[in-house]
């Protein structure tokens, strides 16, 4: 059974992988930049790469810390928790993508 370590260390994990894609979409957007004379297009599709990219990172961090807060549930609540998490976390994705393709 988790604790609310297991929680915290989860949200932490979370928030530096959210913040790796942050840094990650900044460079991107930089070299794009530098390497076009900064052509607007691919400009703007790298930073809706990065958006996309961050989106990711914020889904799969709240997933992981949804499941690790659901192990910390009785044993007989652990499953439709998880079943919970993991439609939020679908649905999360799917308005990512959703919003992604409307942008280019």
Do not use: N, W
Request: charged share 25%.
């Amino acid at each position: 059974m988790a604790t609310p370590a297991d929680v915290a260390a989860a949200q932490q994990e979370a928030q530096h992988e959210v913040d790796q894609a942050r840094i990650e979409a900044r460079k991107d957007v930089k070299s794009v930049t530098k390497i076009t004379g900064g052509d607007s297009k691919d400009v703007a599709r790298a930073k809706i790469t990065g958006a996309f990219d961050i989106a990711m990172a914020h889904a799969d961090g709240d997933h992981k810390v949804a499941i690790a807060r659901c192990l910390t549930l009785e044993p007989s609540a652990q499953p439709s928790c998880k079943d919970q998490a993991g439609s939020d976390y679908q649905t999360t994705v799917a308005k990512a993508k959703a919003i992604r393709l409307s942008q280019q």
